[in-house]
C-alpha cells in the first residue's frame, strides 16, 4: 500500500503563492511517478502536473505553465508543487497522486495513478 499526505493549501490573494507538499510512504517512492490534480466544484478533476520518478522530468498543462513548479525529493519521500502568481481559476482541491505505471516518463493520466491523498483546499481570491 501507499499512503499519501497532502499539506500547504490555504486561502490567499490572487498574486500569491501557495507551496503544497506530498509526503508518501509504503512504496518504494524512488520508484514511483508522481502527479498533482485538481477538482474545482461542479468539474470534473484535471490534470495539473507530473514529475518522473527521477524528477529528470516534468509537465504541466499550458494554464499553469511558468506559475507552477513540481519538485520531489527522494531522500525524503515528498514531493511539492509551488503555486506563484495564483489565480481565482486556480481554486480547486489539490490532490497528489502516484503510479508505478511508468518509472522513467511522466505519467499525464488520471486512470494511471492508482494511489491518491486525500486533497488540500486552495482558495484564490480576487
Known amino acids: 500500500q501507499v499512503q499519501l499526505v497532502e499539506s500547504g493549501g490555504g486561502l490567499v490573494q490572487a498574486g500569491g503563492s501557495l507551496r503544497l507538499s506530498c509526503a508518501v510512504s509504503?512504496?518504494?517512492?524512488?520508484?514511483?511517478?508522481m502527479g498533482w490534480f485538481r477538482q474545482a466544484p461542479g468539474k470534473e478533476r484535471e490534470f495539473v502536473a507530473a514529475i518522473s520518478a527521477s524528477g529528470g522530468r516534468t509537465y504541466y498543462i499550458d494554464s499553469v505553465k511558468g506559475r507552477f513548479i513540481i519538485s520531489r525529493d527522494n531522500a525524503r519521500s515528498t514531493v511539492w508543487l509551488q503555486m506563484n502568481t495564483l489565480k481565482p481559476e486556480d481554486t480547486a482541491i489539490y490532490y497528489c497522486a502516484a503510479t508505478f505505471a511508468d518509472t522513467v516518463g511522466v505519467v499525464t493520466t488520471r486512470t494511471l495513478y492508482p494511489y491518491w491523498g486525500q486533497g488540500t483546499q486552495v482558495t484564490v481570491s480576487s
Open positions: 509504503g512504496r518504494t517512492f524512488s520508484r514511483s511517478g
